[in-house]
């Protein structure tokens, strides 16, 4: 599963850089995930690293929110609490947030949303 969404997520990070090279370095990754040992762990999480944040962020507003969070997801897999959480209080502050399941979808949100400046 973990592969699957790593695969996803890279593709849509270099098609965004092909095609959107205006905002090439404002599209980045939030490495808060993944297997770590308790040492590992512990040493990210005094620098900072949340449960549940998105798996990239678009540093770029539009004329509706300020920026845009993304996470992604295939087949069956689902949001933790944590993620729903961090969505929530996300969309407060006035941020976009979608939960991305393909490349066709990523190309649409991502169309739409810079559409909008």
Same mark, same amino acid.
């Given at each position: 599963?973990?592969?699957?969404?790593?695969?996803?997520?890279?593709?849509?990070?270099?098609?965004?850089?092909?095609?959107?090279?205006k905002y090439?370095?404002?599209?980045?990754?939030?490495?808060?995930?993944? +297997?770590?040992?308790i #040492?590992t762990?512990?040493?990210?999480? &005094?620098?900072? @690293?949340?449960?549940? *944040?998105a798996?990239?962020?678009?540093?770029?507003?539009?004329?509706?929110y300020?920026?845009?969070?993304?996470?992604?997801?295939?087949?069956?897999?689902?949001?933790?609490?944590?993620?729903? +959480?961090?969505?929530? #209080?996300?969309?407060?502050?006035?941020? &976009?947030?979608? @939960?991305?399941?393909? *490349?066709?979808?990523f190309?649409?949100?991502?169309?739409?949303?810079?559409?909008?400046?």
């Amino acid at each position: 599963m973990k592969t699957k969404e790593h695969n996803l997520q890279t593709y849509c990070y270099y098609y965004f850089n092909i095609i959107y090279r205006k905002y090439r370095g404002l599209l980045f990754a939030i490495p808060n995930g993944g +297997l770590r040992n308790i #040492k590992t762990a512990a040493y990210l999480k &005094k620098e900072g @690293v949340v449960a549940g *944040v998105a798996d990239m962020f678009l540093s770029v507003p539009n004329n509706e929110y300020h920026g845009l969070y993304i996470e992604f997801k295939v087949d069956y897999n689902k949001q933790s609490e944590s993620q729903k +959480l961090f969505e929530e #209080k996300v969309k407060e502050q006035g941020y &976009k947030y979608i @939960v991305i399941k393909s *490349v066709e979808e990523f190309q649409i949100v991502v169309k739409s949303y810079l559409s909008n400046k």
